[in-house]
C-alpha cells in the first residue's frame, strides 16, 4: 500500500501562484511516475505534468512555460509550481503515482482543490 498527501490548495486571484505538494509513504520501492492530474466540474480528469524517476518529464499543453514539475526521489515528493494562473485552471488536482516493475501499482491522492478567481 502507497499512501499518499497532498498539499497546497487554495484560492488564488487570476495571475498569481500557488504550488502542490504530494508526498508518498509505505511500501513504496522505485516510483516510476508522479505528477498531477486535476478535473474541472462537468469535464473528465486530465493530465497536467509528470515526471519519471529520471527527471523526464511531460506537460499538457495548456501549462506548458506557466507550471513546473518537480520530484525529490529521496524523499519521494513531487511539487508543482503553478504560475500565471487563470481561471481555466479552477479544478480538484490530484496526485498520481505508478509504478511499472513488480510490485507494480498506480495509486491517486485524495485531491486539492485549486480556485482561480478574483
Known amino acids: 500500500q502507497v499512501q499518499l498527501v497532498e498539499s497546497g490548495g487554495g484560492l488564488v486571484q487570476p495571475g498569481g501562484s500557488l504550488r502542490l505538494s504530494c508526498a508518498a509513504s509505505?511500501?513504496?520501492?522505485?516510483?516510476?511516475?508522479m505528477g498531477w492530474y486535476r478535473q474541472a466540474p462537468g469535464k473528465q480528469r486530465e493530465l497536467v505534468a509528470t515526471?519519471?524517476?529520471?527527471?523526464?518529464?511531460t506537460y499538457a499543453n495548456s501549462v506548458k512555460v506557466r507550471f513546473t514539475v518537480s520530484r525529490d526521489n529521496a524523499k519521494n515528493t513531487v511539487d508543482l509550481q503553478m504560475n500565471s494562473l487563470n481561471p481555466e485552471d479552477t479544478a480538484v488536482y490530484y496526485c498520481?503515482?505508478?509504478?511499472?516493475?513488480?510490485?507494480?501499482?498506480?495509486?491517486w491522492g485524495q485531491g486539492t482543490q485549486v480556485t482561480v478567481s478574483s
Open positions: 498520481y503515482v505508478r509504478r511499472f516493475r513488480t510490485p507494480t501499482y498506480e495509486y
Open positions: 509505505g511500501s513504496i520501492f522505485t516510483i516510476n511516475i
Open positions: 515526471i519519471t524517476s529520471s527527471g523526464t518529464t
